[in-house]
């Protein structure tokens, strides 16, 4: 496996397109493009790197499958009353679909679906409550106190937030927002802007490759059904309207962010953890997507077969 990594790593070293870093978040356009992580973790705790697999970067869309788990753990079955479980065929960030299905988003994983789960989660708590509730799964889950909010990202998010803000305003109209639309926009821009490199992002997946738990810890984090669903819903929606894209490529569960970063789970075999600054137009990690469809490749892990 580490001659598989070392591998991937150095071939997307010698590529020359690397897609084009995320402008609209300011902050993030000044992360130099020329980064390659990738992290493998197995269930037996064997983890293999390759690349800047210690370089903190934005996980943005990612923390929405962490949030969507701790929803259900809240909520269970009622998070389905909040957010639907079909992929959008839309960009992450639109609006257009929200007002044919009454404010209710198509999946927990476009901007309005996650930001409708930072209101289920919030429940009347304050944001700064939430957010530590967040950041504590987070760390357990990675098995690192180190892991903090990159203040930075979370202002520069919420400075040029117009078109989440637009989105979590429209869904409160139908009075939907259990909390005022501050709070939940805080509470969702908090939670994009957490900071993780490759090795604590793919150690924190782990529990979906895993049947639902956590081996680092032995916690069970969900029941095996319910880490089949999320499974399920990053295979179909975690790519936003390339999701169907990454299923023909990789053929793997996976979560994409903004920042570079995509999580894909190998269930019964390894949690992936990836990272190249560089997006394609539809937003999803350029060099990201290509080392993962090596990886499949080499190993046969896809759920589809070799
Ligand atoms: N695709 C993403 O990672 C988007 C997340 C980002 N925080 C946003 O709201 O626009």
């Known amino acids: 496996m580490q001659q598989i990594v070392d591998d991937i790593a150095a071939q997307m070293a010698s590529k020359s397109d690397k897609g084009a870093v995320a402008s609209y978040i300011p902050q993030l356009a000044c992360v130099d493009p020329n980064q390659f992580a990738i992290s493998v973790a197995l269930p037996d705790g064997s983890l293999y790197s390759a690349g800047c697999s210690e370089t903190l970067f934005s996980i943005q869309s990612i923390s929405k499958v962490f949030t969507l788990t701790l929803a259900l ?7 389905w009353t909040r957010v639907g479980r079909e992929p959008s065929g839309d960009p992450f960030n639109s609006i257009v ?43 357990f889950m990675a098995n690192d106190e180190s892991i903090t909010i990159d203040e930075k990202v979370a ?22 927002f259990e909390n005022s639309v501050d709070a939940v926009l805080g509470t969702y821009f908090h939670h994009c802007s957490i900071a993780m490199n490759t090795i604590q992002l793919a150690t924190s997946g782990l529990f979906l490759a895993n049947d639902g738990i956590n081996p680092t810890t032995g ?40 920042g570079g970063g995509i999580l894909a789970v190998a269930p019964g075999k390894a949690s992936i953890a990836v990272w190249s600054p560089g997006l394609d137009p539809i937003g999803n990690s350029k060099l990201g997507t290509q080392a993962l469809e090596l990886l499949v490749k080499r190993t046969g892990w896809s759920v589809f077969g070799k």
Do not use: W
């Not at 520069?156 to 979590?168: C, K, P, V």
């Open 155 to 176: 202002r520069s998010e919420l400075e040029t937030g117009d078109r989440n803000a637009s989105l979590a305003h429209f869904m409160a109209s139908f009075g939907h």
């Open 97 to 139: 679909q929200l007002e044919h299905e009454h404010g209710k988003p198509r999946n927990p994983f476009v901007n309005a679906g996650a930001i409708a789960i930072a209101d289920a989660i919030l429940h009347g708590h304050q944001p700064k409550e939430t957010l530590a509730e967040i950041l504590r799964f987070m760390r």
């Open 219 to 258: 916690y069970r984090v969900v029941s095996s059904n319910r880490a089949k669903r999320i499974n399920s819903l990053m295979l179909m929606c975690g790519h936003y309207d390339g999701s169907g894209e990454f299923a023909f490529r990789v053929g793997l569960p996976g979560k994409s962010g903004v």
């Open 73 to 79: 753990g809240k909520l269970g079955e009622r998070v």
